[in-house]
């Protein structure tokens, strides 16, 4: 069956490290990844998109990879602060879909200062 | 401020009930999708179109209805509500027809309570 699996557990980091969150995808081929961020009572907010040729992208204290060999995408968050902390999900667009996004269940980041 | 706007903000109903929900998209987008939200499901595509046609569909209920008017505005049906349908239902719009993968932005949402 098709899943898309985010780390269910939520991430404690220290204030000034690097925040790594995990997407793993099943039965999909996606065209694109791409990640958002949302906060509680909130409407997700977009953040980087990755497409399927592309290894890496970056964006600020953000990166993203894509590994389509290990169905895979890694979300990094470089000098975390507090201001970061958020549920972090991603989502894929499955081809010939229109804008069709399959969201996994989000990952709830905290930074401690 | 997303510039996708939703009303209304909050909405209780009663089982058996049946709704309209309302979103206007940013000025210039010609795609609306519809998404639920509940604890348990997670972030789940519902619909979407684009300029006023629909473009692709999710697991969307036969109870649930959406259309897409001639001022890109949007409108979600959901009739004889259930328990389960209590959620926060979001909109987000964007520029293309899909699956190029420009950006969604989303609304602030409806949260839809059935009592």
């Known amino acids: 069956s098709q899943k898309i699996e985010q780390n269910s557990e939520a991430l404690n980091i220290q204030e000034g490290k690097t925040a790594t969150l995990t997407c793993n995808y099943t039965?999909?081929?996606?065209?694109?990844l791409q990640w958002y961020r949302q906060d509680p009572g909130r409407g997700p907010v977009f953040l980087l998109l990755i497409r399927e040729n592309e290894k890496e992208k970056r964006k600020e204290r953000l990166k993203v990879t894509f590994d389509t060999t290990l169905k895979q995408s890694l979300f990094h968050i470089t000098a975390s602060q507090p201001a970061d902390s958020a549920t972090y999900l991603c989502?894929?667009?499955?081809?010939?879909?229109?804008?069709?996004?399959?969201f996994g269940q989000g990952t709830e980041l905290s930074v401690k200062p | 401020d997303s510039g996708v706007t939703q009303t209304p903000k909050h909405l209780i109903t009663a089982t058996g009930q049946r709704v309209t929900l309302r979103c206007s998209p940013r000025?210039?987008?010609?795609?609306v999708y519809w998404y639920q939200q509940s604890l348990d499901q997670g972030l789940q595509f519902l619909i979407h179109y684009y300029n006023g046609e629909e473009r692709a569909k999710g697991n969307i209920l036969e109870r649930f209805s959406a259309q897409q008017f001639p001022d890109l505005h949007s409108e979600l049906n959901l009739s004889s509500l259930e328990l389960g349908d209590s959620a926060l239902y979001f909109c987000a719009s964007s520029v293309d027809s899909g699956g190029t993968g420009n950006e969604q932005f989303f609304g602030p949402g409806t949260r839809l309570t059935v009592l």
């Open positions: 000025s210039g987008d010609l795609s």
């Open positions: 989502a894929l667009a499955p081809y010939n879909q229109g804008g069709k996004l399959i």
């Open positions: 039965n999909y081929s996606p065209a694109y």
